[in-house]
């Protein structure tokens, strides 16, 4: 492992049973609606922001960002599942939504791989590990054993319960 993480992608989704309305020629005749499963202000938003400006000028429409934050993702993927499937409801996904929270919480009504068709892969995002210089390491496989050796004395910080990062360190 070269000390690299591959952190979470972002995708356009759309509710699975889309209509036929991309074959209409009047589509898109008003505004369309992204879901963020996340926060404001956060590195989803962020790309919804810049995507929205993007396609907004691409289809000549409105693009309506709408966050859905809270629990790991799955509140906005609950909405996002219950639009109607006629092409005006987009979800902003990544893997945390869109696959390990699946896994994470076995419970969640809505399985996303099933619920939504993917439309595009929209930003793949990089991890790194770092660590404090005083750390007695200098690669990956050095800190896997010296954080065997001392239990308890490491700590580490990722997005949430449901992120790539937190289940690579896990």
Not at 45 to 62: N, P, S, Y
């Amino acid at each position: 492992m070269s000390g690299r993480l591959r952190n979470s992608f972002l995708a356009l989704l759309l509710p699975a049973a889309v209509a036929s309305a991309f074959a209409a020629d009047e589509y898109p005749n008003r505004p369309i609606r992204m879901i963020v499963p996340f926060a404001p202000g956060g590195a989803s938003d962020f790309v919804a922001r810049i995507v929205e400006l993007k396609l907004a000028k691409q289809l000549g429409q409105t693009v309506v960002i709408e966050n859905r934050a809270g629990a790991s993702g799955y509140l906005g993927i609950e909405v996002a599942s219950q639009a109607t499937p006629d092409g005006y409801t987009l979800l902003l996904g990544n893997i945390g939504t869109m696959a390990i929270n699946d896994a994470v919480f076995p419970k969640f009504k809505v399985k996303p791989l099933d619920a939504f068709t993917a439309v595009t892969q929209v930003v793949d995002v990089p991890g790194c590990v770092a660590v404090h210089p005083s750390l007695p390491v200098s690669n990956v496989k050095e800190l896997i054993a010296y954080a065997k050796e001392s239990p308890g004395k490491l700590n580490y910080s990722t997005a949430d319960a449901g992120s790539n990062t937190r289940l690579a360190f896990e």
